[in-house]
C-alpha cells in the first residue's frame, strides 16, 4: 500500500499560541515551564491532527525559534561570545536568535526563496563538532508517549556547511560533520526513531560535480547507520544527482514535483531495481491552492506501475511551515474563494483522499469528484475571470513598456520642472508607525473608531509628517504613509482579484509571523487608491511631495499568487493596476513618483537557468507600470538590499529616473556595482542604516556621501536613508534625518573633486 507522509507542520498553531508564548517568556511574564508546556501541547495537537486525517508519516519538526539554529546547536556549533561548545539551554538558543547581553545575534537570511528566514550558523575551517541529539530524542519520547510515531526531520550535513558562514572550504567541514551526524541518527535510532528525514535542498540547487560526489558520499554513509529519507525540495535536482541519491542506499527518496517535475523520470529508472521507496511530493507545501489531484495522480500511478505501491509514498512537497493552517474556519473570505483554498489541513486531507484513490482504483470517480467540480467551479468562475482585465492584458505590446523619451531628455525636463539643488534630500516613504497609529488602525478595526475620525486623525499625521520635513529642509517630500499597515495588503485590499485571511498566519522568522493576501483572480483597480492622501499632502507644502506606489513584482512576491496561470502574466495584471494609479498621481499633479520594488531580487528563481527569464518579465512588468508617465514627471524606485550582483544589467533596464538602494552598512561598496554597469539614471545609495536605533553622526554621513561621490559622481547622487522610517521612533528619525540634512549641506559647498 502507498504511504502518505508530510515534511513539516506549521509551528506557530492555528492562533499562533507560539508565537505568544514566546514574546510572554522573553518579555519575562512567563518561565520556561509554562513555555515548553506550550509548545508540547501544540506539538501534540499538531501530530494527533495529522494522525487523524490519516497521514501514516509524521513529522517531528518542533522549533522554538529556527530549525537551521535547532541543528547548529545539535552538532554543538556554539561561537565563543554565546559560551561556546557545551553551552546550552534555552537562554543561548535565544541569545543565538535575538542577541545576548554584549553578543551580537547569529545573522538571519532567507530560507531559499521563501518568506522565512533562517539562522545563519557561524562556523569555522578546522571546527569540531559534537552530536547533541537531545531536541529530537525529547520529541521522540513525547510522542510515543502519546501513541504517535512520528520521523525526526534534521536539515542535512550539505546543505548545513552550504547555507553556514566563516568556511573556507565546506567540503572539509561536510567530511568531519558526516559522522557527527551519524552518531546523532544513531542516538535517534536508539530513541526509537524507525527512520530519520535528511533534508537537502540545497542539492536541488546548482552543484558542482565535487561537491555532489562529496554529499553523496555523505548520504551513503548516514543511510549505513539509520533507515533515511532522504529529501530535496524548493527546485529540480539534476538527473545525475537524482541518480546518484537514488543509489546512495537510503531507505526513501523524496522529490519535489510541484518545482521540479521532471526529476520524476530518473528517479524512476534509478530505482527500478532495489528497495528503495519514492517519496512524491505531489502536493503543494508553499501555496495555498486545492490540488487538481487528477493531475496528483498520474505521477503516482507512473511511479506504482514502476516500483509497486508498498515502495511509493504520497507527500507534500516541501513542509507545511509555509502555509497557514486551515482554510475551513476562515469567514472574510468569500465562500467561494475559500472552497478553492487548501491550508494545512486540507492538503492533510487531499494526501488522505490520493492514498485511498490509488489503494481502490475502482472507487477513484467518486472519490476524486469534488475535487474535479472545484476545479471546474474555479476555472470558469466569474470572479477569478474579468474579460475586461484578460482583454487589456492581451493586448499589451513591447512599445507599451517604454517611457516616450530617453533618460537623458527626461532628466533634462525633470530638472527644469523641480528645481532642485544638487545632492537632493528625500526619504523612502514611511515616517514612524507610532503605538498611537497602531492603535487608531486597531480601534477602526473593532468598530470602536469610526472611519470618519480615523481619517481625521490620519490626515493630522500627514500634516505632522510635512512639517517636519519642511521644517528639517528636505527637497523632496512624502506624506509618511500612516495609512499603511502592511504595504502589499493596502493595496491589495482596493484591488480586484485579492482575499484576505483572518488567521492565515505563516513564520516569517522567529515569532514574527506575516499574513499574506490571497491573489486568486484578475487583478483590477476599479478606484484610484492613493491620490487623495498625495493631494492633502501636497496641499500643504510647496515642496513636491512623492506619490507612493508598491511594485507589481513585489505585490506579487508577497502574496498566496493564484497557480492557474504564469506568474508572469499574473504579475502583468497588476502592473496595469499600478500603472493606473500612477497615471492618476500624474493627473492630479504628481511630479515625482516612487513605485517600490523591495521583493524583485527575492523573486529570483533558484537554478541559474531560470533567473533571466524571471528578469525580463519582473523588470519588464516594473517598465509597464511607469511607461505612459509623462517626460517631466519623474519615477523613483526603491530596493532595500545592497546585493546587486549579477542582476544590475536588470536594475538598469528599470529605466527609472531615481533608484534608492540600501548601502550604509556596506560603506557604499554597492555602488561599485553601479560603476561597472553603464546605469545612467540617478541613484540614491542610503547613508545611515534605519533597522538600529542608532543616530549616526552628521560626519559619519558625510563621509558615505563623499565616498558615493567618488563613485556615482555629484550631479547623479540623491542623498536619502536606506529604507523606510516606520520603525523608528519620532526622536531617533528626527535626528538622523538632521544630520543627513546637515551633511548634504556641507558637500554642496566642499570643493569640488
Ligand atoms: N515606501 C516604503 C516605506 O518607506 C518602502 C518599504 C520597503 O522598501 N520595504 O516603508
Ligand atoms: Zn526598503
Not at 572550504?169 to 561536510?174: C, K, Q, V
Amino acid at each position: 500500500m502507498a504511504r502518505t507522509a508530510v515534511l513539516g507542520l506549521p509551528r506557530m498553531g492555528p492562533d499562533r499560541e507560539l508565537k505568544f508564548a514566546l514574546e510572554s517568556y522573553w518579555a519575562g511574564r512567563i518561565a520556561e515551564p509554562e513555555l515548553q508546556e506550550t509548545a508540547a501541547a501544540l506539538r501534540a495537537a499538531s501530530w494527533r491532527r495529522a494522525a487523524s486525517a490519516g497521514i501514516d508519516v509524521i513529522p517531528a519538526d518542533h522549533s522554538l525559534y529556527d530549525h537551521v539554529l535547532d541543528v547548529a546547536m545539535a552538532l554543538d556549533a556554539i561561537p565563543e561570545r554565546f559560551g561556546g561548545p557545551g553551552a546550552g539551554g534555552l537562554d543561548v538558543r535565544f541569545a543565538m536568535a535575538r542577541g545576548g547581553p554584549g553578543a551580537r545575534p547569529l545573522e538571519m537570511t532567507k530560507w531559499f526563496d521563501t518568506n522565512y528566514h533562517y539562522l545563519v550558523p557561524e562556523l569555522a575551517d578546522g571546527q569540531r563538532f559534537r552530536a547533541r541529539p537531545d531536541h529530537w530524542v525529547a520529541q521522540i519520547d513525547q510522542a510515543r508517549a502519546l501513541g504517535v510515531a512520528v520521523r525526526p526531520v534534521l536539515l542535512g550535513p550539505y546543505s548545513f556547511v552550504r547555507l553556514a558562514k566563516g568556511l573556507r572550504r565546506p567540503l572539509d567541514a561536510l567530511a568531519a560533520l558526516t559522522p557527527v551526524y551519524a552518531e546523532l541518527l544513531a542516538a535517534l535510532a536508539d530513541a526509537g526513531a524507525s527512520e530519520v528525514q535528511i533534508d537537502e535542498p540545497c542539492l536541488a540547487l546548482d552543484v558542482a560535480d565535487e561537491e555532489r560526489d562529496a554529499a553523496a558520499a555523505a548520504v551513503a554513509a548516514l543511510a549505513g547507520v539509520a533507515p533515511v529519507c532522504l529529501t530535496t525540495y524548493f527546485a529540480q535536482p539534476d538527473a545525475e544527482t537524482v541518480r546518484r541519491l537514488a543509489e546512495a542506499g537510503v531507505a526513501e527518496l523524496h522529490l519535489d514535483l510541484v518545482r521540479g517535475p521532471g526529476a520524476l523520470e530518473p528517479a524512476l529508472a534509478a530505482l527500478a531495481d532495489g528497495g528503495t521507496r519514492v517519496s512524491l511530493g505531489v502536493l503543494d507545501g508553499r501555496n495555498v491552492w486545492a490540488a487538481d489531484l487528477d493531475r496528483a495522480l498520474a505521477p503516482i500511478d507512473a511511479a506504482v506501475a514502476a516500483v509497486g505501491d508498498d515502495r511509493v509514498t504520497i507527500a507534500t512537497s516541501c513542509s507545511l511551515m509555509h502555509v497557514p493552517w486551515e482554510a475551513a474556519r476562515e469567514r472574510a473570505i468569500p465562500p467561494e474563494v475559500r472552497d478553492w483554498l487548501a491550508f494545512a489541513a486540507e492538503r492533510m486531507d487531499e494526501l488522505a483522499t490520493l492514498a485511498r484513490a490509488v489503494a481502490a482504483p475502482d472507487g477513484r470517480d467518486a472519490l476524486l469528484e469534488p475535487s474535479r467540480a472545484r476545479c471546474a467551479a474555479r476555472r470558469a468562475s466569474p470572479r477569478a475571470n474579468d474579460p475586461g482585465v484578460r482583454a487589456r492584458a492581451a493586448a499589451v505590446g513591447v512599445a507599451d513598456h517604454d517611457r516616450p523619451a530617453t533618460l537623458e531628455r527626461r532628466r533634462a525636463v525633470q530638472r527644469a520642472r523641480l528645481r532642485l539643488p544638487e545632492l537632493p534630500t528625500t526619504t523612502i516613504g514611511s515616517f514612524p508607525q507610532t503605538d498611537e497609529i497602531r492603535a487608531a488602525r486597531r480601534d477602526l478595526r473593532a468598530g470602536r473608531l469610526d472611519p470618519a475620525r480615523y481619517e481625521a486623525f490620519l490626515r493630522e499625521r500627514v500634516a505632522e509628517v510635512v512639517a517636519a520635513q519642511e521644517e528639517l529642509g528636505l527637497d523632496v517630500l512624502v506624506h509618511g504613509e500612516p495609512e499603511r499597515g502592511d504595504m502589499v495588503e493596502y493595496f491589495g485590499a482596493q484591488m480586484g482579484g485579492f482575499a484576505f485571511s483572518d488567521h492565515g498566519w505563516v513564520q516569517s522568522y522567529g515569532s514574527r509571523c506575516v499574513k499574506p493576501p490571497i491573489l486568486y483572480g484578475d487583478v483590477s483597480r476599479p478606484a484610484p487608491m492613493t491620490v487623495d492622501w498625495w493631494r492633502f499632502a501636497q496641499s500643504l507644502t510647496a515642496r513636491p511631495v512623492k506619490g507612493m506606489l508598491t511594485g507589481p513584482v513585489t505585490i506579487l512576491q508577497w502574496s498566496f499568487v493564484r497557480d492557474d496561470q504564469p506568474r508572469a502574466e499574473t504579475c502583468r495584471q497588476i502592473a496595469l493596476a499600478v500603472q493606473d494609479e500612477a497615471r492618476d498621481l500624474e493627473a492630479a499633479g504628481a511630479a515625482v513618483i516612487q513605485v517600490d520594488e523591495a521583493a524583485l531580487r527575492e523573486g529570483l528563481p533558484l537554478r541559474a537557468a531560470e533567473q533571466d527569464d524571471y528578469l525580463r518579465w519582473a523588470v519588464d512588468c516594473f517598465r509597464l507600470t511607469t511607461a505612459p508617465l509623462r517626460p517631466e514627471t519623474q519615477v523613483h524606485t526603491h530596493m532595500c538590499y545592497s546585493e546587486f550582483n549579477g542582476i544590475m544589467e536588470h536594475v538598469a533596464r528599470l529605466d527609472a529616473d531615481v533608484v534608492s538602494i540600501e548601502a550604509s552598512r556596506s560603506a557604499m561598496e554597492v555602488l561599485d556595482a553601479f560603476a561597472e554597469v553603464d546605469h545612467p539614471g540617478d541613484v540614491g545609495p542610503g547613508v545611515y542604516d534605519i533597522h538600529s536605533p542608532r543616530v549616526p553622526s552628521r560626519d559619519e554621513i558625510e563621509a558615505l556621501l563623499e565616498r558615493a561621490e567618488a563613485r556615482i559622481g555629484r550631479d547623479r547622487l540623491w542623498v536619502n536613508p536606506d529604507c523606510g522610517l516606520k520603525t523608528r521612533r519620532w526622536e531617533e528619525a528626527r535626528e538622523a534625518l538632521a544630520g543627513m540634512v546637515a551633511a548634504a549641506a556641507r558637500r554642496r559647498t566642499a570643493a569640488r573633486a
